[in-house]
Nanobody, 126 residues
């Protein structure tokens, strides 16, 4: 059983930056592909970014490419999401998720993830 805890969400002005963290415990962290998802009020959960087990390959939603960067530190059992040039439409609850690296389903599929954190609120507003 893997436990995931997100942190770093807060209110930020448009154009600002924010760094989210996801701390993992209870399993072999480097066994898992890790993803970030977000859900805005009244909308479906959507894939934001994902990183493979060796931190060598990342995937991004088109809406965040060039603005967000995902990374992980296996020694610290942690994953990060650096967000820049934030927009009001980035406002959402951001959650991290984990799935075994052997799963070949597209990383954008939320149903392919085994473990989820509780989420952290990011609000982009002036």
């Amino acid at each position: 059983q893997v436990r995931l805890v997100e942190s770093g969400g807060r209110l930020v002005q448009p154009g600002g930056s924010l760094r989210l963290s996801c701390a993992a415990s209870g399993g072999n962290f480097d066994f898992y592909y890790m993803g970030w998802f977000r859900q805005a009020p009244g909308k479906e959960r959507e894939f934001v970014a994902g990183i493979n087990r060796s931190n060598s390959s990342a995937n991004y939603a088109d809406s965040v490419k060039g603005r967000f960067t995902v990374a992980r530190d296996n020694a610290k059992n942690a994953m990060f999401l650096q967000m820049t040039y934030l927009r009001p439409q980035d406002t959402a609850v951001y959650s991290c998720a984990a799935r075994p690296w052997v799963i070949s389903t597209a990383p954008t599929s939320s149903s392919s993830y085994y473990y989820w954190g509780q989420g952290t609120q990011v609000t982009v507003s002036s």
